[in-house]
């Protein structure tokens, strides 16, 4: 089906250029003037008080003595306004389409910034098991922290966007989840946020850790990538790890994978090669001006980016199956009035819900009198005062949410 463009619209027939306004007048005055005793009086009105006039006649005729003549008079007149309005349309589209103006171009006037003729942009999506390396590589590759990183397995729970600056180019990072056998819903809501960064990028970078042998994981993630119609890069990554003869069995082992556009091996916590990925990244985007404003690095809500950073101090130290029951939501953030005689500015109070699904998990959070979330709120507080610019007071409270991974209610509040 075809849905004609705006220009198609505005070059078509439209439904009041045969609309005769002054015919419409005319018929209103010849009928007036042929009325018996009231043409004489109704030739000397103009033409708005001669519409008003013969309306009343006619009305009157057809509803006789009784009808209200004050309401009439009010329904007359919102008809003629109509009327009026219509007839101002229509003149000033007749003049906007000789004159070959065309005003429904809402981004006229905006300044668009400039850039070279062989500007690069676009989006690259980055995935691979869990806990392979792709929340460092994004960070690595933006240069500073936009995700959040831990050795536990299933940390990113959100496709965060990270971007990268260069002066031809701008590639969009988006650090997808762990793809994973999934055990819960929230495991199932996880791969398809993977599927549908897939479907929405315009490269692909498979991270396949130098550390571990290719498994069926990444065997299984490989077979997927085969139906996306995309240039994929595999990548080779936590290279700092390995000698560099386990480094070039593993490359041909990733070789002999799948078809790759290109293989690089990197190190993103030494920094080793993540100019060269940068490079290849943007030779597989196409042309296109920038997608977003030079000093932005994330798209991320503040809300977001503050859960996240506590969820990161909370995974430090804990228990194997804790990470995969811990949630984070920003309940509200509120402004403190500013004292008399104050300098700088008030504290934010930031409310949170720490989520888990036991008792006996909140225990864990908690410590031994409230030490274990003393710690939390110590480490992230840091973050979020560097994220806000602003001192905070940091109100945690944890709370028991029962199997809040197969709950779909509870899921929706989280975002998931």
């Known amino acids: ?68 003549e004050d309401a009439l008079a009010s329904q007359t007149e919102a008809d003629l306004a109509e009327l009026r309005a219509l007839r101002a349309e229509a003149a000033e589209y007749a003049e906007a389409k000789a004159s070959g103006h065309d005003d429904t171009n809402a981004g006229a006037g905006q300044v668009i910034p400039e850039f070279p003729e062989d500007f690069r942009a676009g989006f690259v999506s980055i995935v691979g098991r869990p806990n392979v390396g792709k929340s460092t590589l994004t960070n690595a590759l933006v240069g500073q922290k936009v995700a959040i990183t831990s050795g536990r397995p299933e940390t990113t729970r959100h496709n965060i966007r990270g971007i990268v600056h260069r002066p031809n180019a701008q590639v969009v990072l988006v650090d997808t989840p762990g793809y994973h056998r999934p055990r819960t819903l929230l495991g199932k809501r996880l791969n398809d946020m993977v599927r549908e960064a897939l479907a929405e990028v315009d490269c692909v970078v498979f991270c396949l850790p130098a550390d571990q042998k290719i498994g069926p994981g990444d065997r299984f993630i490989a077979r997927e990538l085969r139906d996306v119609r995309r240039p994929i890069i ?39 090669r993540i100019d060269m990925l940068t490079d290849v990244l943007i030779d597989h985007l196409p042309p296109s001006p920038p997608l977003y404003p030079s000093d932005d690095v994330t798209d991320e809500s503040r809300d977001t980016l503050i859960a996240e950073f506590i969820r990161e101090a909370a995974l430090e130290g804990v228990r194997d199956e804790l990470p995969h029951s811990l949630a984070v939501q920003v309940e509200e953030i509120i402004e403190r009035e500013a004292r008399p005689g104050q300098k700088g500015k008030p504290l934010l109070d930031v409310h949170v819900n720490v989520y888990v699904e036991r008792d006996s998990q909140k225990a864990i959070i908690i410590g031994k009198r409230g030490s274990r979330l003393k710690e939390i709120g110590t480490k992230a507080r840091a973050e979020i005062e560097q994220l806000l610019g602003r001192r905070i007071f940091l109100d945690l409270h944890v709370r028991t949410a029962k199997d809040w991974q197969s709950d779909p209610k509870m899921l929706g509040r989280l975002g998931f």
């Open 234 to 272: 595999a990548v080779a990554t936590k290279c700092d790890l390995v000698s560099r003869e386990r480094l070039m069995r593993h490359l041909i082992d990733i070789d002999k994978l799948g078809e790759w556009a290109a293989i690089v091996p990197v190190s993103a916590v030494a920094g080793e």
């Open 1 to 68: 089906m075809h849905f004609p463009s705006d220009d198609e619209l505005m070059a078509g027939p439209n439904a009041l250029d045969d609309f005769d306004f002054d015919a419409l007048e005319e018929d209103a005055q010849a009928r007036l003037s042929g009325e018996e005793g009231e043409g004489d009086d109704l030739a000397n009105l103009d033409a708005d008080e001669a519409l008003d006039a013969a309306l009343d006649e006619e009305l009157g005729e057809e509803l006789g003595e009784d009808f209200d």
